[in-house]
């Protein structure tokens, strides 16, 4: 999957965070209870239907506690599963297992509810041509994982982080004064810094949408909050003048009245802030 947040250092550095936070100067219990010349197997059982996220960095996160460890993969990223399903196992030291158990089951639960949610959401779309986007309201320091299983399930990621790309939301243009200043500002912010950013400008209502069609320079316009009505008003008012973005409490009830406004895009927080996690657990096997 080509997405250009996910290099293997940032993955790398994500798993050493999180070791470094959950076994931190050794796991005790199992360095305690377990003889460290013993191998063994497991397996990843799938205890909920849904869609599966997470097998691939799982076999880093393995790989990082222990490069022996060896996973023998049977369902893939992406792929729907149900009760009772194995998705993988995994071989070698018993202790290294016991190690990574945890990190892997909190990411791969948390991925595949994510991916899960955003498949559904997905499927509602289908019949429209609007894509459905992920937020920056994430977990902080586990971003990299659930932006990356947006994707797995079918979504696109919005911007990573606020380095790479502009976005004038309320406070922005409540603070500069409003709309046409907080965009001319933006203008020459860009120019001054020699940046190639796209820019994307919320807005609340008709006459902020007029605003920045006035202004002009805007790739993307928000519609926040407005009705689907008031947004299929504003899509036709914008034409090609910029694409068109749906925000605001946007769920499983609501999204397909904001795709069938005409909007490019609907942006959805709760893919990754309110999303119950898939239930999943590593078992001793023979």
Partial sequence: ??????????????????????????????????????????????????????????QHIFQAVDEHLVVENFIDDGAAIKFGDIAFTVAGNAQSILSAERLVLNCMQRMSGIATYTHQLQSLLSHTSAKLLDTRKTTPNFRLPEKWAVAIGGGQNHRFALYDMIMLKDNHIDYAGG?????????????????????????????????????GGVDVIMLDNMSPELMKEAVEMIGDQ???????????????????????????????HSVKSLDMSLKATE
């Fill in 179 to 215: 709309v046409r200043e907080a965009i001319e500002r933006t203008h020459r912010y860009l120019e001054e810094n020699q940046l190639s950013l796209k820019v994307e400008v919320e807005t609340r209502n008709l006459d902020e949408v007029k605003q920045v069609l006035e202004v």
């Fill in 1 to 58: 999957m080509s997405l250009p947040y996910l290099t293997l250092e940032r993955i790398q550095h994500f798993i050493q965070s999180a070791l470094a936070e959950d076994v931190g100067e050794g796991d005790h219990s199992t360095l305690a209870a377990v003889p460290s010349e013993i191998t063994q197997k497991a397996k990843l059982l799938v205890k909920a239907d849904g869609i599966l996220a997470g097998v691939a960095l799982a």
């Fill in 242 to 272: 910029a694409k068109t973005e749906a925000s605001g409490n946007i769920n499983e009830t609501t999204i397909v009245a904001a795709a069938e406004s005409g909007v490019d895009y609907i942006s959805v927080g709760a893919l990754t």
